[in-house]
């Protein structure tokens, strides 16, 4: 008997040093793994944690193609209100000179959203 309520402590002091990943931190993330658009660049360099870019084209395009895909697959992307898989090429309409391209991601759980801000700038 002394042997269960052992092993039963020390699987309660394993689970409160977070020793088994319970999946709650993935589940809470509303981060983007990658961000693309063919030919175009993106200032300052995509990286999950900067949620505000200029883009710009050698040739100001009247719409492009811009994929999303979130650290989470399962984790809800909106494109400008149009909601996207996670890897899903969506096609995007320009209006120059300017233009921007608003893409939220909320985690699975609901509890984080964070918005991606892109400013489609005229060379």
């Known amino acids: 008997m002394s042997l269960k309520y052992l092993c039963l402590v020390l699987m309660l002091i394993a689970m409160s040093c977070d020793l088994f990943d319970s999946g709650s931190n993935f589940q809470s993330n509303a981060n983007l793994k990658a961000l693309s658009i063919p030919d ?12 505000e870019y200029s883009v710009t084209f050698d ?17 809800a992307i909106k494109v400008n209100d149009t909601v996207v898989e996670s890897g899903q090429e969506i096609h995007v309409q320009t209006s120059p000179p300017n233009f921007v391209v608003n893409i939220v991601v909320t985690s699975v759980d609901g509890k984080n959203v964070k918005t991606y801000v892109l400013n489609i700038v005229d060379n």
């Open 40 to 51: 175009a660049q993106f200032y300052p360099s995509f990286s999950s944690d900067i949620t």
């Open 59 to 75: 040739i100001y395009p009247r719409s492009f193609f811009l994929t999303a895909t979130a650290e989470n697959s399962s984790a």
